[in-house]
């Protein structure tokens, strides 16, 4: 199938698709006129590759675990994908400690602006400090 009926097929734009084949992450055929010809099993890479996104995992983590992403929603269980899997998760737990540790940051700036502003609410009008 070319790349207008793959895209159809899977509601994935072709520049995706592109994107997708120059990462390595799907492959077309040339035709002789230069049109990218797609094999029947492409729209089931396409729909796992899109699954893998959703889990967070990057392009170069998916491009090793494709050969590990047929016949079925799971994975096959091998060292590769399951080192693949455990270094995605470790992470994203990383960028859950970040994202914690932001949120702290942010919530003593706001105890700080409600406690500046109930100082400046109980302070006569005249001596209110500027913003």
Request: glycine share 8%; with cysteine; net charge positive.
């Amino acid at each position: 199938m070319r790349i207008g009926e793959l895209s159809r097929r899977t509601g994935v734009s072709t520049r995706s698709l592109r994107y997708y084949e120059q990462r390595g992450l799907l492959r077309a055929r040339r035709d002789t006129n230069g049109y990218r010809s797609y094999g029947p099993d492409s729209a089931d890479t396409v729909a796992r590759i899109r699954e893998l996104l959703a889990a967070g995992m990057n392009t170069d983590a998916i491009r090793d675990l494709l050969p590990c992403a047929q016949g079925g929603p799971a994975l096959i269980s091998c060292d590769l994908s399951r080192a693949v899997v455990e270094r995605q998760m470790a992470q994203l737990d990383e960028e859950i400690e970040k994202l914690r540790s932001h949120r702290e940051a942010l919530g003593a700036y706001e105890r700080g602006m409600r406690e500046r502003r109930t100082e400046d609410e109980a302070m006569p009008p005249r001596a209110l400090r500027s913003a």
